[in-house]
C-alpha cells in the first residue's frame, strides 16, 4: 500500500509501509529499509529464534530410525512377503488350472480378399445345405430307433435276448449321431468284450466321448445325470443298459454308486463298464487327476484313450459357457469330426502298489497315447 502526500515544496513524495523502519516489529532483525529507488536490492529477511545445525538435524533423524526399528526388526521386513508370495503363486495356480477348461480358438484364415469368398461358401454350405440334411435324417433315424426301443422294452420279457436288442438299438442310436456329425473314427487295438472283473477307463473331453465309443460297442457307464431331454435319454433308454447315474454334490449317491459299481463288475452276464475317471469334461490338451474309485475295487483295468483331431472342429464341451445343445449345434455345422480311439493294454493293481498310484500309471499310459499333458488339480474344482 503507497501513500502520496505532498511536501511544503509542492513536490509529491510516496512512502511506503514497507519503507517503514522493521526494528520495532516483533520477530525480524537486520531487516533494512526499502528505498523508493528500484535499483537497490532488499536486504535478507530473517527469523528470530534458535537454529540447528546439520549435525542436529542428522542426528535427529537416527533417533527416529532408532525408534522404528526397535518396533519391527529388519530382517522380518525383509523375510515378510508372504502375501506377495501367495498372490503369486495363487496366480500360476489359476492360469494352470483355468487352462485345462478353455477351449482354443481356431486361427482365423479368412484374412484377405482371395481367402474370404472361399469362408463365404464355406460357411453358406455347412449351415445352409450340410446342416438341414443331417438334422433332417438324424431325425428320422433316431426317433425311429427310439420309438423300437420302447416296444421292445415293454412287449419282451426280461432276459438276455431284451438285452441283446437293446444294446443293439442303443449302438445303432449313437451311429446315427456319429454319421450326423460326420464322423471319422479310427479306432486302435482289440475291440472290448464282455468279461467278468473287467472295468474300461477313458480320458474325458465331452458327452459325445460315449456316443462315439458306443457307436463301435455298446458300454454301460458312470456319468453325472443331467436335465432336461437328456436326463429323458439316461433314465429311459441308456438305464436298461446297467448305466449309473450320480450327483456330485451328493455325497450319499457316490456311495450307492460304489456298491453298484462293484455288483456290475461282477455280474458275469453285465455289459462292458465305462467310468471317467476325471469326473469333468477337459479340453484334450491336459488330463487332470484321476479318481481311485475305479482302481481299488480289485478288478482289471482297461485303459482308454480318446483323441480329437481339431482341424475341423473343437470337440470339448465347455458346460460353463454353452449349453450341450448349442455344442450338439457346433457340431452339426463342421465339415467332420476326426478322432482317433486307443484301446490299450489291461492293467492289473502290482505288489506293494497303492490304488492312487495304480491310477497314476494309468493315467500315464492314456495320457502318451492321447498326447495329453498331466496335471495334479482335481476336476472337481471346477465347480
Known amino acids: 500500500m503507497v501513500e502520496t502526500s505532498r511536501a511544503p515544496d509542492g513536490t509529491n513524495r510516496r512512502n511506503s509501509l514497507s519503507a517503514r523502519p522493521a526494528a520495532n516489529l516483533p520477530g525480524l532483525r537486520n531487516v533494512a529499509s526499502v528505498s523508493a529507488d528500484k535499483d537497490q536490492e532488499p536486504a535478507l529477511v530473517t527469523r528470530e529464534?534458535?537454529?540447528?545445525?546439520?549435525?542436529?538435524?542428522?542426528?535427529?533423524?537416527?533417533?527416529a530410525e532408532d525408534q522404528r526399528l526397535s518396533k519391527t526388526s529388519l530382517v522380518d521386513d525383509v523375510l515378510n512377503i508372504s502375501n506377495v508370495l501367495t498372490d503369486g503363486v495363487s496366480a500360476m495356480v489359476d492360469d494352470s488350472f483355468n487352462k485345462c477348461f478353455t477351449s482354443t480358438?481356431?486361427?482365423?484364415?479368412?484374412?484377405?480378399?482371395?481367402l474370404f469368398p472361399i469362408w463365404v461358401v464355406g460357411v453358406l454350405v455347412r449351415y445352409f445345405i450340410l446342416f438341414p440334411v443331417r438334422l433332417t435324417?438324424?431325425?428320422?433315424?433316431?426317433?425311429?430307433?427310439?420309438?423300437?426301443?420302447?416296444?421292445?422294452?415293454?412287449?419282451?420279457?426280461?432276459?438276455?435276448?431284451?438285452?441283446?436288442?437293446?444294446?443293439k438299438?442303443?449302438?445303432?442310436?449313437?451311429?446315427?449321431?456319429?454319421?450326423?456329425?460326420?464322423?471319422?473314427?479310427?479306432?486302435?487295438?482289440?475291440?472290448?468284450?464282455?468279461?467278468?472283473?473287467?472295468?474300461?477307463?477313458?480320458?474325458?473331453?465331452?458327452?459325445?466321448?460315449?456316443?462315439?465309443?458306443?457307436?463301435?460297442?455298446?458300454?454301460?457307464?458312470?456319468?453325472?445325470?443331467?436335465?432336461?431331454?437328456?436326463?429323458?435319454l439316461q433314465k429311459r433308454i441308456l438305464s436298461s443298459l446297467g448305466c449309473l447315474w450320480f450327483n456330485r454334490t451328493?455325497?450319499?449317491?457316490?456311495?450307492?454308486?460304489?456298491?453298484?459299481?462293484?455288483?456290475?463288475?461282477?455280474?458275469?452276464?453285465?455289459?462292458?463298464?465305462?467310468?471317467?475317471?476325471?469326473?469333468?469334461?477337459?479340453?484334450?490338451?491336459?488330463?487332470?487327476?484321476f479318481k481311485r474309485g475305479a482302481f481299488d475295487i480289485g478288478a482289471t483295468v482297461c485303459p482308454v484313450a480318446?483323441?480329437?483331431?481339431?482341424?475341423?472342429?473343437?470337440?470339448?464341451?465347455?458346460?460353463?459357457?454353452?449349453?450341450f445343445g448349442k455344442h450338439l449345434f457346433r457340431l452339426l455345422t463342421s465339415w467332420a469330426l476326426v478322432c482317433d480311439i486307443y484301446f490299450l493294454?489291461?492293467?492289473?493293481?502290482?505288489?506293494?502298489?497303492?490304488?492312487?498310484?495304480?491310477a497314476g500309471r494309468v493315467q500315464a499310459m492314456i495320457a502318451k497315447y492321447a498326447n495329453l499333458r498331466i496335471v495334479p488339480w482335481d476336476g472337481y474344482l471346477k465347480y
Not at 105 to 114: A, L, M, S
Not at 267 to 283: A, K, Q, S, Y
Not at 345 to 358: H, K, N, V
Request: charged fraction near 20%; proline fraction near 7%.
Open 49 to 63: 529464534g534458535p537454529t540447528k545445525d546439520n549435525a542436529e538435524i542428522d542426528q535427529l533423524y537416527a533417533d
Open 105 to 114: 480358438r481356431p486361427e482365423p484364415w479368412n484374412w484377405n480378399i482371395y
Open 250 to 289: 451328493e455325497v450319499n449317491d457316490r456311495a450307492v454308486v460304489a456298491t453298484r459299481m462293484r455288483e456290475h463288475v461282477n455280474n458275469p452276464d453285465g455289459i462292458p463298464l465305462l467310468i471317467f475317471p476325471e469326473g469333468t469334461c477337459v479340453n484334450n490338451e491336459y488330463t487332470v487327476m
Open 306 to 323: 480318446i483323441k480329437y483331431n481339431k482341424i475341423f472342429v473343437d470337440a470339448f464341451w465347455n458346460s460353463r459357457r454353452e449349453s
Open 169 to 232: 438299438l442303443v449302438q445303432w442310436m449313437c451311429c446315427a449321431w456319429v454319421a450326423a456329425w460326420h464322423g471319422v473314427i479310427r479306432y486302435h487295438g482289440p475291440k472290448p468284450t464282455p468279461g467278468p472283473n473287467r472295468i474300461w477307463v477313458s480320458n474325458h473331453t465331452s458327452m459325445i466321448d460315449y456316443v462315439v465309443l458306443c457307436s463301435y460297442s455298446p458300454f454301460a457307464v458312470i456319468m453325472q445325470l443331467h436335465h432336461g431331454w437328456i436326463a429323458f
Open 345 to 358: 493294454e489291461p492293467q492289473a493293481l502290482r505288489e506293494g502298489e497303492t490304488p492312487q498310484e495304480f
Open 137 to 167: 435324417l438324424l431325425m428320422i433315424a433316431f426317433n425311429t430307433l427310439i420309438l423300437l426301443f420302447l416296444v421292445f422294452d415293454i412287449s419282451l420279457p426280461r432276459g438276455r435276448r431284451k438285452m441283446a436288442i437293446q444294446r
